[in-house]
Structure formats: C-alpha cells, structure tokens
C-alpha cells in the first residue's frame, strides 16, 4: 500500500519556466512533508519541507504547497534551471522520525 | 566532510553470504536512520536508532536483517543469509535528535550499493 505517490514518473521543463512537482498521500497522520533532491550515485539531498499546520513555505526558487483537504503537495520551481535536473522525492512522517517516500520523479530542464 | 558517510561504497556478495554495511553520522547527530531502495523506487525505512538504542525496527523485513549502534555514533547494518532480493541502494540518514517525535531534517549519506549475485 503506497502512502505517498508521485503519479508522473518524469517532467521536462524548458530553461527559466516554472517546473511543479506534485505529490499525492492517504495517510492522514502525516503531519510533516519534505522533498529531497538526487542526483545519480549520491544520497537524497533535503531540499524543503513543510509542517501540516502551514500551507505554504518558500525559499529561494522552491516552494512548497500543502493541501490537507486534498491530501496534496507540491513543489515549484520558478525559473527552472538545468542545474535543477534530478529525481526529486516527496517524503512525509507520521510522527516526526521515519519517513515515508514516493517512487521519485525525475525532472529534465532544457536549456 | 562533515556529512554522513558510508562504507563500503559498493559490495558484491553471493547468494547465501553474510554483509556488514557501515554508516558514520554527522558528528552530535543522535538519530540515526537506515533506509533501503531499491530500482525505480523511493528509499524504504528500516531502522531508527535513538542514541545507542533501536527506538523503531518495524522496517527490518525479516530477522536476517539487523543493526547495531553500540556506543550511539558509528552504526552497522548486518544481513546474513544474502538473497537475490536483497540488492538495493542501503543509505543511511543522521538528525540532531534532539527531541523524540519531533520533525527533523534528515542528512543522508551517498548509500551501498549491494549487488547480491
């Protein structure tokens, strides 16, 4: 049973546009949410992550949004950079220790 | 560095072998985390390591899997018995701890990979 699930296992966004990842998860005992980015033989990289008592939180060209009603989140990325090109996870914990992920997705931007 | 760091980076073993994989946290972090993932998936948990002590296990899938942290720095992940099925990516992941059942950032490490043959 996958609690947290990212649907699009891929995404390919032109250089300077706005890249949205989405993640979608039935557990309502998830109270925090994070995304990690991953580059190839490297270890998940924390990128932002945000409480179930927030709605949004930003930093730099990442945001986060958090729809409890819909059990919903997503990152955007605004502008896009090639640099941003990686598989990036959506994590939640129910508890604050162990974490939950999705499969991943994997962001191409074009230059 | 100052992060999490494994070794080896790479193993292969046979069918029927026993591994240790390693993990040293970053320096002051008290929590300790195992995950497993395997191709085209997200990292799977395992164990959470509080300390010296085991505070969550329920991830270990069977009882040839098990994981120690004696003196609540270093941890080992042992599996005995290697299966076919056991090859994935093995990362490692350290917080602060400073609180129990509070959210925290977790730092991983570059993993193991296994490749049981």
């Known amino acids: 049973d996958q609690q947290v699930k990212q649907n699009s296992p891929s995404l390919s966004v032109q250089e300077g546009r706005i890249s949205i990842l989405n993640c979608d998860y039935t557990?309502?005992?998830?109270?925090?949410f994070l995304w990690y980015k991953k580059y190839p033989a490297e270890g998940p990289t924390f990128l932002i992550s945000?409480?179930?008592?927030?709605d949004k939180n930003e930093d730099g060209r990442f945001t986060v949004f958090l729809n409890k009603s819909a059990k919903h989140l997503s990152l955007h990325i605004v502008p896009s950079q090639p640099g941003d090109s990686a598989v990036y996870f959506c994590?939640?914990?129910?508890?604050?220790?162990?974490?939950?992920f999705g499969a991943g997705t994997i962001l191409r931007v074009k230059s | 560095g100052a992060g999490v760091s494994q070794t080896p980076s790479n193993k292969v073993t046979e069918k029927g072998k026993y591994v240790e994989l390693r993990c040293d946290p970053i320096?002051?972090?008290?929590?300790l985390y195992w995950y497993r993932q395997s191709l085209g998936q997200g990292p799977e948990f395992l164990i959470y390591?509080?300390?010296?002590?085991?505070?969550?296990d329920s991830g270990l899938p069977n009882d040839r899997f098990f994981a120690v942290r004696p003196e609540g720095s270093v941890s080992t992940l042992k599996i005995q018995r290697t299966e076919r099925g056991d090859s994935a990516v093995y990362l490692c992941?350290?917080?602060?701890?400073?609180?129990?059942?509070?959210?925290?950032?977790?730092?991983f490490g570059p993993g193991t990979r296994l490749l049981v043959l």
């Open positions: 390591f509080q300390g010296t002590g085991a505070a969550d």
């Open positions: 320096s002051g972090h008290t929590a």
């Open positions: 992941a350290s917080s602060p701890g400073r609180f129990q059942r509070v959210p925290e950032t977790q730092y």
């Open positions: 994590a939640a914990s129910p508890y604050g220790n162990k974490l939950v």
């Open positions: 945000i409480s179930s008592i927030k």
């Open positions: 557990n309502s005992m998830f109270d925090y």
